[in-house]
Nanobody, 121 residues
Framework: GLRLVESGGGSVQSGGSLRLSCATF?????MGWFRQAPGKEREWVTA???????TYDGSVKGRFTFSQDNTNNRLYLRMNNLKPDDTAMYYC??????????????????WGQGTKVTVSS
């Protein structure tokens, strides 16, 4: 069955903001967001290991914020000051602790279906 379901993607102009949401149906030691632009490999954006603060890729640090609502079993990715290079499919992902150390997609066992973000200049 579904374990992760994203929502909140859309189209914005450069400098705009979006908030992505991910409904979770399980408890995981590592949660993260990845993105994949057309013709490119899936890349890590941010992750949080249980009990720790989120870590961010340098390309989004200071612009994106990863948060959790444990009461409602949701993850959020707030994206500010969006740039055309942020255009991609965004995926939430979950796995065991090893995923938060490697940050490799292969180590994340569970994935959502993705939500599309388009940023125009």
């Amino acid at each position: 069955g579904l374990r992760l379901v994203e929502s909140g993607g859309g189209s914005v102009q450069s400098g705009g903001s979006l908030r992505l949401s991910c409904a979770t149906f399980g408890v995981y030691d590592c949660m993260g967001w990845f993105r994949q632009a057309p013709g490119k490999e899936r890349e890590w954006v941010t992750a949080i290991h249980v009990g720790d603060k989120p870590t961010y890729d340098g390309s989004v640090k200071g612009r994106f914020t990863f948060s959790q609502d444990n009461t409602n079993n949701r993850l959020y990715l707030r994206m500010n000051n969006l740039k055309p290079d942020d255009t991609a499919m965004y995926y939430c992902a979950a796995g065991g602790s090893v995923a938060c150390f490697s940050l490799r997609p292969i180590d994340f066992a569970y994935w959502g279906q993705g939500t599309k973000v388009t940023v125009s200049s």
